[in-house]
């Protein structure tokens, strides 16, 4: 496949370090068998959901009418424990015990959830912070519920000597201080060994909370208990299953979100699927070119193929579903700027976000445009991760790191050129994304490619084509060289269609750090013509946005309702 293909792209053949990937020796995953990343509830998450589930069970059972004896035998056991616990109090510890129901009062849970909030808006974690609020109403709302239909009293055989307010079970105090620090755990510390410190630590008040709610004759045993369950395990459970650290690393390097942590067991699964099912023993694996990535992460694999064992150096690009979610949103804020184009429809996994990114690369590789080998993609976890391998341009360079002359810049815009006869565009055409080894021209990243493009698209490339040359050099000189290729009228009908939401926001970035007009120059060199109106409003146009007008104003009503159920308002 690699000699067909590479035929097929003239000149590209001649590239030097193509590495020619053996593809004997690959293996079919038998059926049953785990794939190299797979994601289960791990031991604990099961620990916590089936002793949730068992409280909930026997709370059906004890406190809604099912059998009247285990209820009585259970009352009978939390009495024996207030007395015996009654039977320690002293003078001096009774302060202290006060002290520390202070742990459970308004005001503290309402502080800690205060800051989670501040602290996940401030670190642009939006997902952690809906599920935290989704999870403080859903927790709320049951435990405030269950309190009315259970409707237990306060324990009458002790003696009691603490503040309480409302029905005894579950204890409302140990819910919320549960919830407020596991939501803390599973939204602002990393997985793995700093979390499982911090479990311990988050244990300790609530442990005392406890111990002083009992001491005090606040709650009998059974309400602690679980409210300890309700407030720790169903956070727990949620945040593993909405916010899973694989997908949702919590890191506090510097970096896009979209930049998935390829060490531990990820970077295990990664060298397996490669060696499975491309047949590549993988040596060494870094990351690279992050700055110019936000859709995926960019990989520089070392690896080992063939029966004679060559060494080579491949590119990798990791897709999750992470991405997918990014890709959804924002192509539904791009239909509601300037409508649904044709080339705007959403995938509808993370297989087919692959699997179009491959495909492209092989139509335009047939097309003769000089784009990277496609050598596949490997499966890491069914549906939610897949690495798509291609070769590796050793000795190019980004093209504002080259020297922009005049065969560069005619080398470009023939690539434009060549993609408008081919019924192409590449719809990304950023410095980033333009690579230039030899003097000559190569384009990578061709997810957002789409065959047989609107018109306006096509032209749209040429004029990011030229904005990107001209960053190098200037616009007079990118106008002059466009002249050879395209027509006048060609280069006004690009500029005409173009403006800030066509082009790629790095570019615009750096246009605006160049300080040149680079369009305005262009516009000026060209003939006028009149905008080209992309921003055309159809019904559906108008019934999404009025669609998310309204999501948001219920999001909006939902956020200060949780708020004020969570006692945050």
């Known amino acids: 496949m690699a000699t067909t293909q590479g035929a097929a792209r003239g000149e590209a053949t001649t590239l030097p370090g193509l590495a020619v990937v053996s593809r004997t020796g690959r293996r079919r995953r ?13 031991a604990s998450g099961w620990a916590y959901l089936a002793v949730a589930t068992a409280v909930l069970a026997a709370w059906v059972l004890l406190y809604l009418g099912f059998g009247s004896a285990p209820f009585e035998a259970l009352v009978r056991a939390d009495v024996a424990v207030l007395q015996r616990i009654e039977a320690l109090r002293t003078d001096a510890l009774t302060p202290v015990m006060l002290d520390l129901h202070a742990l459970g009062s308004e005001w503290t849970v309402r502080g800690l959830r205060w800051a989670t909030l501040v602290a996940l808006l401030a670190l642009r974690r939006f997902r952690h912070l809906a599920v935290f609020l989704g ?35 579950p204890s409302v105090p140990v819910v919320a201080l549960g919830l407020s620090l596991m939501g803390i755990l599973y939204t602002l510390v990393p997985g793995g060994t700093w979390r499982n410190r911090a479990k311990w630590a988050a244990g300790v008040p609530i442990v005392a909370l406890i111990a002083a709610r009992l001491y005090l004759g606040v709650d009998h045993p059974s309400d602690a208990f679980v409210a300890a369950v309700i407030g720790m395990a169903i956070p727990v459970v949620a945040f593993r299953l909405l916010t899973p650290s694989e997908t949702f690393p919590i890191s506090y390097r510097r970096g896009r979100t979209a930049h998935l942590d390829v060490g531990g067991r990820r970077g295990e699964a990664i060298a397996l699927a490669l060696y499975q099912q491309l047949d590549l023993t993988l040596l060494d694996m870094r990351p690279v070119g992050l700055e110019g990535s936000a859709g995926s992460t960019p990989l520089l694999l070392k690896v080992r193929h063939g029966p004679e064992a060559v060494e080579s150096e491949v590119f990798a690009k990791l897709y999750a579903r992470s991405h997918l979610r990014s890709d959804r949103w924002y192509k539904l804020g791009r239909a509601i700027l300037y409508g649904r184009l044709e080339d705007e429809g959403t995938f509808s996994s993370v297989r087919r976000l692959v699997e179009y990114e491959d495909y492209l690369l092989r139509v335009m590789g047939d097309a003769g445009l000089p784009v990277p080998l496609s050598y ?47 019924g192409l565009a590449h719809r990304d055409l950023k410095p980033a994304n333009v690579m230039v080894r030899d003097g000559k021209v190569l384009l990578i990243d061709v997810a957002f490619a789409t065959v047989r493009p609107t018109p306006w698209r096509q032209a749209v490339d040429l004029t990011n084509m030229m904005l990107t040359l001209a960053l190098g050099s200037s616009a007079e000189k990118v106008y002059e060289r466009a002249r050879r290729l395209f027509e006048p009228e060609e280069i006004a009908e690009a500029l005409a269609a173009s403006r800030s939401v066509t082009i790629p926001s790095d570019l615009r970035r750096r246009l605006r750090e160049d300080g040149r007009d680079l369009l305005g120059q262009l516009c000026a060199l060209a003939p006028r013509r009149p905008p080209i109106s992309i921003q055309l409003w159809s019904i559906r146009r108008i019934a999404l946005t009025l669609a998310v007008a309204a999501s948001v104003a219920a999001a909006v009503g939902l956020l200060a309702f949780n708020l004020r159920t969570a006692g945050l308002l």
């Open 30 to 42: 038998p059926s049953g068998e785990a794939p190299p990343l797979p994601h289960p509830i791990s």
């Open 376 to 422: 596949g993609f490997v499966e890491i976890t069914p549906e939610r991760e897949y690495l798509i391998v291609t070769e590796f341009l050793a000795g190019a360079t980004q093209l504002d790191e080259a020297e922009v002359d005049d065969g560069v810049i005619d080398n470009a815009l023939e690539v434009v050129r060549r993609m408008w006869d081919a």
């Open 135 to 169: 999870i403080t109403l859903v927790v709320t709302a049951l435990t405030a519920t269950s309190s009315l239909v259970v409707g237990r009293l306060r324990p009458l055989e002790v003696e009691i000597i603490g503040g309480w307010e409302g029905y005894s079970h």
